[in-house]
C-alpha cells in the first residue's frame, strides 16, 4: 500500500516561514490535500490539488508538488498556525485514500 | 452554509454496538461522497472508507471490513456509522467529511464523534 511520510515536528518563530515536507514514490504523479487539526477540533481543508486554497483560508498558506515530495509552506507564521498538519493522497492502485503520520507545527 | 452535524458522544460496553449519524446540510446530500475517518486518542487520521450517497453503494478501508457500516437515509440527508461487537481499541473520534470530489479532499468535517468503550 501507498505511504506517506511526514516529520512529526516542526518548530519555526513568529513571522518566519515553515515548510512541512510530505514524501511519497512519485507523489508528484498524485494531487495532494493538506489539513490543519487544532487541538480537541475537526481538520480543515487548507490546500487542495497540491496548491490550491480554499476559500476563506489565508494566502499565507501555499503548497507544491514534485518528484518524490510535496510540500506545505506557511509564510509569515502566527501563534494561531500551531497545530497538526496532515496530507492526503488517492492511492488508484488500492483505490485507497492515505493519510500522512501528521506535523506538529510549534510556534516557539 | 455547508455543514456537517455528528451525534453526540458515546460510552459502550466491550460487545456492544453504537451508531454514529452524520446530518449535512446546505448543499445537494447526493451530490458529494460521504466518508468516514477515525482518529484514535493522540494519534494521527485514519481513513475508514466511503459511501456513494447517490447509489448508498459503499466501500471500506482495510481494517474496516465486517463490524462496520455504512449507511443512508437521503430523506433526511444523514449518513450513519455503526459499529458492532465493540472493542477497547475501538475508543476513539469518528469523523464524517464530505469529498470534494472523486480525488479532491475532504470539505468540510463533522465535529467528530467520541465514541469510548470502557467496561
Known amino acids: 500500500s501507498y505511504v506517506l511520510t511526514q516529520p512529526p515536528s516542526v518548530s519555526v518563530a513568529p513571522g518566519q516561514t515553515a515548510s512541512i515536507i510530505c514524501g511519497g514514490n512519485?507523489?508528484?504523479?498524485?494531487?495532494v490535500h493538506w489539513y490543519q487539526q487544532k487541538p480537541g477540533q475537526a481538520p480543515v481543508l487548507v490546500v487542495y490539488d497540491d496548491s490550491v486554497r480554499p476559500s476563506g483560508i489565508p494566502e499565507r498558506f501555499s503548497g507544491s508538488n514534485s518528484g518524490n515530495t510535496a510540500t506545505l509552506t506557511i509564510s509569515r507564521v502566527e501563534a494561531g498556525d500551531e497545530a497538526d498538519y496532515y496530507c492526503q493522497v488517492w492511492d488508484s492502485s488500492s483505490d485507497h485514500w492515505v493519510f500522512g503520520g501528521g506535523t506538529k507545527l510549534t510556534v516557539l | 452554509q455547508v455543514q456537517l452535524v455528528q451525534s453526540g458522544s458515546e460510552l459502550k460496553k466491550p460487545g456492544a454496538s453504537v451508531k454514529v449519524s452524520c446530518k449535512a446540510s446546505g448543499y445537494t446530500f447526493t451530490s458529494y461522497a460521504m466518508n468516514w475517518v477515525r482518529q484514535a486518542p493522540g494519534q494521527g487520521l485514519e481513513w475508514m472508507g466511503w459511501i456513494n450517497t447517490n447509489t448508498g453503494n459503499p466501500a471500506y478501508a482495510q481494517g474496516f471490513t465486517g463490524r462496520f457500516v455504512f449507511s443512508l437515509d437521503t430523506s433526511v440527508t444523514t449518513a450513519y456509522l455503526q459499529i458492532s461487537s465493540l472493542k477497547a481499541e475501538d475508543t476513539a473520534v469518528y469523523y464524517c467529511a464530505r469529498a470534494l470530489g472523486p480525488v479532491k479532499g475532504f470539505d468540510p468535517w463533522g465535529q467528530g464523534t467520541l465514541v469510548t468503550v470502557s467496561s
Open positions: 512519485n507523489i508528484g504523479s498524485k494531487s
